[in-house]
Nanobody, 124 residues
Framework: QVSLVESGGGAVQAGGSLRLSCQAS?????????MAWFRQAPGKEREGVAA???????SYADSVKGRFTISQDSDKKTVYLQMNSLKPEDTAMYYC?????????????????WGQGTQVTVSS
């Protein structure tokens, strides 16, 4: 199994920043996995925010390009999401995901493992 534990969420004002972390562990964790961040706001579908492959290639949703940065520390089995210039529409539960490489890394169906989520609330 693979366990993913997110942290770093919270409440900030618009224009502020947060850094989310996702710690992976478990016997089935594969360093070749792609890692991603998804988010889901109340009443909305889960959407891919950012993804990173094992070779460091990244993908971003258009809504966060230039504001969010995904990175990873392979030795620590940790992936980060630096979120700057936050907007009220970024308010959501943010989930970490891990799975095999996919040519569509922001599609949720490609990921086998999910964390429990961390809440991000941005006030205007």
């Amino acid at each position: 199994q693979v366990s993913l534990v997110e942290s770093g969420g919270g409440a900030v004002q618009a224009g502020g920043s947060l850094r989310l972390s996702c710690q992976a562990s478990g016997n089935d964790y594969n360093s070749a996995y792609s890692m991603a961040w998804f988010r889901q706001a109340p009443g909305k579908e889960r959407e891919g925010v950012a993804a990173i492959d094992s070779d460091g290639s990244t993908s971003y949703a258009d809504s966060v390009k230039g504001r969010f940065t995904i990175s990873q520390d392979s030795d620590k089995k940790t992936v980060y999401l630096q979120m700057n210039s936050l907007k009220p529409e970024d308010t959501a539960m943010y989930y970490c995901a891990a799975g095999p490489y996919s040519s569509n890394p922001l599609e949720a169906s490609h990921y086998n493992y999910w964390g429990q989520g961390t809440q991000v609330t941005v006030s205007s």
